[in-house]
């Protein structure tokens, strides 16, 4: 007998029970799986925005897109995606079926960065890309916004300004309010001392903040920091202030 070529047969019978097995294992209908629940993911990580899971949970039941209790291949995640991504306060979604008999959902907020409560009446949010959001009764720890502010200057001027702020903590802690002039200049009301830093027209704002924070660290450190009543950086290479 010709073992290597038995051994071949044999290797070959088993490989292709093997491949029967596995197939028909594989191609069997999972109709009894049946979804356990949803597991979300606030999936901004530690930036905080306004909805929570129970928000999204809640979404869920309103417009009967809730998966629990459904058998798993009759769950759309294509069409819960579409149906939470036409909400207000999500910028995207990802859903997508576990092993586990758990639909995943993947949200994406969208993140609040400043509250305008301009000078004509309007209390709004908005977004990092300075897209207006609608209200909410969650309390947030925001800049405020205030003074002559229309959505297009929001848009274009004041969220890359709120940004700039946003990206260094010093700023994100010393600024509590900025208020926008009738000729669109800015100025800060900081947390700490009891003036007004003018920025003057909002251009510029990385280099007038570095100014700014060198005056606090060698002027102020040793003048006081409630000796003047008006601090403006508008021009360059150069500091005015107005005495209390």
């Not at 629990?68 to 291949?73: E, I, K, N, V």
Request: hydrophobic share 40%; with cysteine; net charge neutral.
């Amino acid at each position: 007998m010709n073992w290597k070529k038995v051994a071949l047969v044999f290797f070959g019978i088993v490989l292709a029970v093997y491949m029967v097995m596995a197939m028909t294992i594989f191609n069997t209908p999972d109709e009894e799986v049946i979804c356990k629940g949803v597991s979300i993911n606030m999936a901004n990580g530690h930036v905080k925005g306004f909805l929570t899971e129970d928000d999204v949970k809640r979404m869920l039941t309103v417009d009967h897109i809730n998966p629990q209790g459904q058998s798993m291949p009759h769950v759309n995640v294509r069409i819960i995606e579409e149906t939470l991504r036409g909400k207000e306060l999500i910028d995207s979604v990802e859903c997508y079926k576990g092993q586990d008999g758990f639909v995943c959902i993947d949200i994406y907020q969208r993140i609040p960065v400043v509250r305008v409560m301009s000078q004509d009446g309007a209390n709004y949010y908005v977004d990092n890309h300075g897209k207006p959001m609608p209200g909410t009764d969650y309390p947030c720890n925001l800049i405020v916004a205030t003074g002559h502010i229309t959505k297009a200057y929001a848009e274009k001027w004041l969220v890359p300004m709120v940004n700039i702020i946003l990206q260094d903590p010093f700023w994100q802690n010393q600024i509590e309010q900025l208020n926008v002039l009738g000729d669109g200049s800015v100025e800060l009301v900081p947390r700490v001392g009891e003036h007004i830093a003018y920025l003057g027209q909002p251009n510029n704002i990385d280099k007038k903040l570095d100014r700014l924070r060198k005056f606090y660290r060698y002027g102020l450190s040793q003048a006081g920091w409630n000796k003047y009543s008006r601090v403006s950086v508008e021009f360059d290479n150069q500091i005015v202030c107005i005495r209390k």
